[in-house]
């Protein structure tokens, strides 16, 4: 019977089959995806084939080919990868101004390994309500207009206060959706939220990974009232593992992307080249400077520290 996957915990995977039942299946074991050795081959969103064994618990079979997927490396050093989910509509970036600041060198990151995944991406900025000076609240109004003119949905809410939620709640309605973004930002909050029941705990910052550690986290599908699902990874770092060729950066912003048509010369790194539009958009203001820095950046990063990106 087909299912969708909506819990995996490593040795068990839950599936909710076709006709609403709730099935706890064992896993074969470790397959290999592209070869990658992979921990988890079956994923949170995961359309699977669900055999029966006769008594016995029932074993995920096939796994339907996937739209998109997001995976990481289990841990730094390892060459083993997770899958963290599947079948995205989208990726949320729960990200704040204040208590904590969320750097654009983070948001962009995560924007462009979206843009790789080929994962739509949104942005929520949480804690609006303690945006409490003119400047503080004009300065979220740029970065809300800077990334919509690029064309990222941007929302503004504050899950203590409950503005702004149901504008949220309209942007997942009926969508499979990724919650991500660093710790405190407010997504168990934002959960609690839109899901009541869920009562996923606040604050609850202990969960620190103690440093060296293999600290194994599994996502989890949580269905909305209105229709849809967010997946809740608890351990989120679940973007940022991506190792960009350094030719393919630009293609992951998307208005430098576009302006680069223009270049002189076709192999144009937007570094120092003469005739750059890229260069030149910066200057006269089309791309934004913290844009710009955040592709410096990821251009930046050593090679040789890195592994390729596994897909
Ligand atoms: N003032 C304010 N605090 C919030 C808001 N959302 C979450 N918090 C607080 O921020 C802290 C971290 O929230 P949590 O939901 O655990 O963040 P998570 O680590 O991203 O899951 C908690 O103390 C929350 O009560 C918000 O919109 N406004
Ligand atoms: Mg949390
Ligand atoms: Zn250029």
């Given at each position: 019977m087909k299912g969708l996957v909506i819990k995996n915990t490593g040795s068990w995977v839950t599936v909710r089959l076709e006709d609403g039942e709730t099935v706890n299946c064992k896993m074969r074991g470790v397959l290999r995806l592209k070869g990658m050795r992979c921990t988890n081959p079956v994923a949170v969103g995961d359309q699977v084939q669900v055999e029966d064994k006769g008594g016995d618990a029932p074993v995920v079979g096939a796994i339907e080919p996937r739209k998109n997927y997001i995976i990481r490396r289990s841990s730094n050093l390892s060459k083993e990868f997770q899958i963290i989910a599947a079948n995205l509509d989208q990726a949320i970036l729960v990200a704040t101004i204040v208590h904590p600041e969320t750097s654009t060198t983070f948001i962009d990151r995560f924007l462009a390994t979206a843009e790789a995944y080929q994962v739509p991406a949104v942005l929520a900025f949480n804690k609006i309500d303690l945006l409490v000076t003119e400047e503080i609240r004009e300065y979220l109004n740029e970065l809300k207009s800077m990334y919509e003119r690029i064309g990222y949905p941007v929302v503004?809410?504050?899950?203590?206060?409950?503005?702004?939620?149901?504008?949220?709640?309209?942007?997942?309605?009926?969508?499979?959706?990724?919650?991500?973004?660093?710790?405190?930002?407010?997504?168990?909050?934002?959960?609690?939220?839109?899901?009541?029941?869920?009562?996923?705990?606040?604050?609850?910052?202990?969960?620190?990974?103690?440093?060296?550690?293999?600290?194994?986290?599994?996502?989890?599908?949580?269905?909305?009232?209105?229709?849809?699902?967010?997946?809740?990874?608890?351990?989120?770092?679940?973007?940022?593992?991506?190792?960009?060729?350094?030719?393919?950066?630009?293609?992951?912003?998307?208005?430098?992307?576009?302006?680069?048509?223009?270049?002189?010369?076709?192999?144009?790194?937007?570094?120092?080249?003469?005739?750059?539009?890229?260069?030149?958009?910066?200057?006269?203001?089309?791309?934004?400077?913290?844009?710009?820095?955040?592709?410096?950046?990821?251009?930046?990063?050593?090679?040789?520290?890195?592994?390729?990106?596994?897909?």
């Open positions: 503004t809410l504050s899950a203590a206060t409950g503005e702004g939620a149901d504008t949220l709640r309209q942007l997942l309605a009926g969508k499979m959706s990724l919650l991500s973004g660093n710790s405190g930002v407010g997504k168990s909050s934002i959960i609690n939220l839109l899901v009541p029941e869920a009562h996923v705990r606040v604050g609850d910052v202990s969960q620190t990974h103690h440093k060296g550690m293999h600290t194994t986290t599994f996502s989890e599908l949580l269905d909305l009232p209105g229709g849809g699902a967010i997946i809740d990874t608890p351990g989120v770092k679940a973007f940022g593992t991506i190792d960009f060729e350094r030719a393919e950066v630009a293609h992951y912003f998307p208005e430098i992307f576009r302006i680069s048509s223009d270049c002189r010369f076709n192999n144009c790194t937007h570094t120092h080249e003469p005739g750059c539009a890229v260069l030149a958009a910066v200057e006269n203001g089309d791309i934004a400077i913290s844009r710009y820095t955040s592709y410096l950046s990821i251009l930046d990063e050593d090679p040789n520290n890195k592994y390729r990106k596994p897909f």
